[in-house]
């Protein structure tokens, strides 16, 4: 059985500490990973004093965002892919109000147990990990990387001739079918309707896609699977 890395965000919340030994009653922590807000970084004297206390390791990793999704993710993201053959990884989203809501989805589309406190019991909250990069094949990773970079593009026919691929594959790809999503429907892709023209841009889910925010060893073996047919 696998050893509990706990996840914990401190900022402004001044009970974090409670909040995030509360949790310990149910997932007792063998290794604290601590994302430290800028400008809070006093929080940490009587946290870090009771996890020795109780001998249990610890990490602190000072964070910029204030808060800024992105980071967010892509810090949950490093701590799952660098720690989950060793540990199970679980992130208390009640430890800081403000990121409470990043913290909860980065644990959804991390497929990351995340837990929390109300009304002084324990939740555990659903989380069921959905693969992105599974649904999406070469070609779709190619659009939504042609969009970042191009930031808008104004016409469907503009993103057709930036891909060299026909207009109905490209309607394809963002609206899919009745077997296959398409990029519009799984919420990376954003239209609207200027003039004649749909113009495209990336959501921010989308852009957390192409960044790698989200985590992508299950992309890596689809990939592999593919080049092995």
Same mark, same amino acid.
């Given at each position: 059985?696998?050893?509990?890395?706990?996840?914990?965000?401190?900022?402004?919340?001044?009970? +974090?500490?409670?909040?995030?030994?509360? %949790?310990?009653?149910?997932?007792?922590?063998?290794?604290?990973? #601590?994302?430290?807000? @800028? !400008?809070?970084? /006093?929080?940490?004297?009587?946290?870090?004093? /009771?996890?020795?206390?109780?001998?249990?390791?610890?990490?602190?990793?000072?964070?910029?965002?204030?808060?800024?999704? @992105?980071?967010?993710?892509?810090?949950?993201?490093?701590? *799952?892919?660098?720690?989950?053959?060793?540990?199970? =990884?679980? =992130?208390?989203? /009640?430890? /800081?109000?403000?990121?409470?809501?990043?913290? #909860?989805?980065?644990?959804?589309?991390? !497929? =990351?147990?995340?837990?929390?406190?109300?009304?002084? @019991?324990?939740?555990?909250?659903?989380?069921?990990?959905?693969?992105?990069?599974?649904?999406?094949?070469?070609?779709?990773?190619?659009?939504?990387?042609? =969009?970042?970079?191009? &930031?808008?593009?104004?016409?469907?026919?503009?993103?057709?001739?930036?891909?060299?691929?026909?207009?109905? #594959?490209?309607?394809?790809?963002?609206? %899919?079918?009745?077997?296959?999503?398409?990029?519009?429907?799984?919420?990376?892709?954003?239209?609207?309707?200027? %003039?004649? *023209?749909?113009?495209?841009?990336?959501? +921010?889910?989308?852009?957390?896609?192409?960044?790698? %925010?989200?985590?992508?060893? @299950?992309?890596?073996?689809?990939?592999?699977?593919? &080049?092995?047919?």
């Amino acid at each position: 059985m696998k050893k509990n890395l706990i996840v914990a965000i401190i900022g402004e919340d001044t009970d +974090a500490g409670d909040v995030l030994f509360k %949790g310990f009653k149910e997932f007792l922590a063998q290794k604290v990973v #601590l994302l430290v807000k @800028e !400008g809070y970084e /006093d929080r940490l004297e009587a946290i870090v004093k /009771d996890l020795e206390k109780f001998s249990i390791e610890y990490e602190i990793k000072y964070c910029s965002f204030s808060p800024q999704m @992105e980071e967010v993710f892509l810090d949950v993201k490093s701590i *799952s892919e660098l720690y989950s053959k060793e540990y199970s =990884i679980v =992130i208390n989203v /009640d430890t /800081d109000y403000y990121t409470s809501c990043l913290a #909860l989805s980065a644990a959804f589309v991390n !497929g =990351i147990v995340a837990i929390g406190i109300l009304k002084e @019991e324990l939740i555990v909250y659903p989380v069921m990990k959905f693969s992105y990069y599974h649904a999406l094949n070469k070609k779709k990773m190619e659009l939504l990387e042609i =969009i970042n970079r191009e &930031k808008n593009i104004e016409s469907m026919e503009k993103l057709s001739k930036l891909a060299g691929i026909s207009l109905p #594959l490209i309607a394809y790809h963002l609206k %899919g079918n009745r077997d296959s999503q398409g990029l519009v429907e799984m919420n990376l892709v954003e239209t609207s309707r200027v %003039g004649g *023209s749909v113009s495209l841009k990336l959501t +921010a889910l989308g852009k957390l896609i192409v960044k790698g %925010g989200i985590e992508s060893r @299950e992309c890596q073996s689809e990939g592999k699977r593919r &080049k092995q047919s």
